[in-house]
């Protein structure tokens, strides 16, 4: 068993805050990342993919940086929207995805 | 890519029943996985579905619990048998690479 492991469990952040949180995962034998997107009642959406160690990638104002040699992974949301109100995933990769439990992020206005 | 619908969206069913979860890909896929995500917990692979063989369970997962069917190259189904509340979760199915997967919606059951 995997584990990938997720923190804060949730998080409440004023609107036009930033905030970030983390992933932890094994640190040997690494492939891949994936950190999704999941809001109550939709479908997971996927934010990134990463692969090498230092990545760095964003999307919009969600960015994550990827640490494969001590095992985790943050995710940042600058200035937070209510629209960024979701739990988000992370998931380790081998031969199938192993889950992170989620943070979920309740953005108040 | 890939959108993916479920049914249903949502059930409230008695213990000791089963209840069929069907899944729509709207293109042609070789894999599919089932997923399961009990309340408080991680989502968790129950299995992956290929056409025209056999599916495969992961730990802690069987066939007799948990049938799946994959008649074609679009479509699937999870049948949960025999339902205890512990079977209460949000079941998802999901297609994809290691490098991309979608997800449909999520079937939440609740077992009374």
């Known amino acids: 068993i995997l584990n990938v492991e997720q923190s804060p469990q949730s998080l409440h952040v004023q609107e036009g805050d930033s905030t970030n949180f983390t992933c932890s995962f094994p640190s040997s034998n690494f492939y891949a990342l994936h950190w999704y997107r999941w809001e109550t009642a939709k479908s997971p959406e996927a934010l990134f993919v990463m692969t090498l160690n230092g990545d760095e990638k964003k999307k919009g104002r969600i960015s994550a940086t990827l640490n494969t040699k001590e095992g985790y992974s943050y995710l940042y949301i600058k200035g937070s929207q209510p629209e960024d109100s979701a739990t988000y995933l992370c998931a380790f990769l081998t031969y199938k995805l192993s889950f992170g439990a989620g943070t979920t992020v309740t953005v108040r206005a | ?112």
Request: charged share 15%.
């Open chain 2, 1 to 112: 890519s890939a959108v993916i619908s479920q049914k249903p969206s949502r059930d409230i069913c008695q213990r000791g029943t089963s209840l069929t979860i069907q899944c729509q890909v709207d293109s042609q896929v070789t894999m599919m996985f089932w997923y399961r995500q009990q309340p408080g917990q991680s989502l968790t692979l129950i299995a992956t579905a290929n056409q025209g063989s056999e599916a495969t369970y992961e730990s802690g997962f069987v066939i007799d619990k948990f049938p799946i069917s994959r008649p074609n190259l679009t479509f699937s189904t999870l049948t949960v048998s025999n339902m205890s509340p512990e079977d209460s979760s949000i079941y998802l199915c999901s297609t994809g690479t290691a490098g991309e997967q979608y997800f449909g919606p999520g079937t939440r059951l609740t077992v009374t």
